[in-house]
């Protein structure tokens, strides 16, 4: 938690937000798998190593869920956030391999008022994670909505 309550008045157009890092570990791989994606290639090394993925590798959707907690530590936990209405892109650029250190950025690309509720105003981001060697792993874009400060208090 920042100790800052962001609300939509502070999503400008531009703004760039660092989301912090990552370790991935190959036990969190495979208890990831183990419940919700169990492919040869995400549950074993040898596997991972012998697929196109070249080693025990994060399900596209673990790295998702990754990003969201990165999002959620860097400011969205102290935000006024009221939920989002979707993922418009996920791209999945490289794998996501034990060992890797994931770090995330994200930037506004718009904001604006909600026509239906004054209270509310719609950002929409564009995020990307990338590994230790700078190599981008996962580009998303998506819009979230904020109470107005005036709403808040």
């Not at 183990?34 to 673990?62: F, K, V």
Request: charged share 25%; with cysteine.
């Amino acid at each position: 938690m920042t100790g800052r309550r962001w609300a939509f008045e502070d999503f400008t157009a531009g703004r760039s937000i660092d989301l912090g890092h990552k370790d991935v570990t190959a036990e969190e791989i495979v208890e990831f798998a183990s419940e919700y994606d169990p492919q040869p290639m995400h549950l074993d090394e040898e596997a991972g190593r012998a697929s196109i993925l070249g080693g025990l590798s994060a399900s596209g959707w673990h790295t998702c869920s990754m990003y969201m907690r990165l999002l959620c530590d860097a400011f969205l936990l102290d935000s006024t956030s009221q939920g989002a209405p979707g993922i418009d892109t996920i791209r999945w650029k490289r794998p996501v391999l034990a060992g890797d250190r994931l770090r995330g950025t994200t930037m506004v690309l718009a904001a604006r008022e909600s026509k239906s509720r004054p209270s509310i105003g719609i950002v929409s981001f564009r995020s990307d994670l990338f590994n230790q060697r700078g190599d981008a792993v996962l580009e998303l874009e998506n819009s979230i909505m904020f109470l107005k400060r005036e709403a808040q208090a």
